[in-house]
């Protein structure tokens, strides 16, 4: 069974930083197109950074100079090094990506999150 599993969150003071893994496991043949979501209390899923299994990356014009998306291919990992924070990066974090496992197709499979609080 192919899963996403993140971890990294916690409580962290403005201005500090943390970095959050993703991990990929299972049985899997392919995967590409790795994204790091968030969702802060009654608020709406948003993208927070992509990257491709080339290392193009693209990120939310909010996080842009402070946020890092990178994967590691032959770990099947992501990582999201975030930076001076703010208490508006306040959320739970998702890790998106599109696999196929081996011997199925291709679809979107989502982490269960990690919560990330940037408050004094």
């Known amino acids: 069974q192919v899963q996403l599993v993140e971890s990294g969150g916690g409580l962290v003071q403005p201005g500090g930083s943390l970095r959050l893994s993703c991990a990929a496991s299972g049985s899997i043949a392919s995967m590409r197109d790795t994204a790091w979501y968030r969702q802060a209390p009654g608020q709406e899923r948003e993208l927070v950074a992509t990257i491709t299994r080339g290392g193009v990356t693209n990120y939310a014009d909010s996080v842009k100079g402070r946020f890092t998306i990178s994967g590691d291919n032959a770990k099947n990992m992501v990582y999201l090094q975030m930076n001076n924070l703010k208490p508006e990066d306040t959320a739970v974090y998702y890790c998106?990506?599109?696999?196929?496992?081996?011997?199925?197709?291709?679809?979107?499979?989502w982490g269960q999150g990690t919560q990330v609080t940037v408050s004094e």
């Open positions: 998106n990506a599109k696999i196929r496992p081996a011997g199925s197709w291709e679809r979107a499979y």
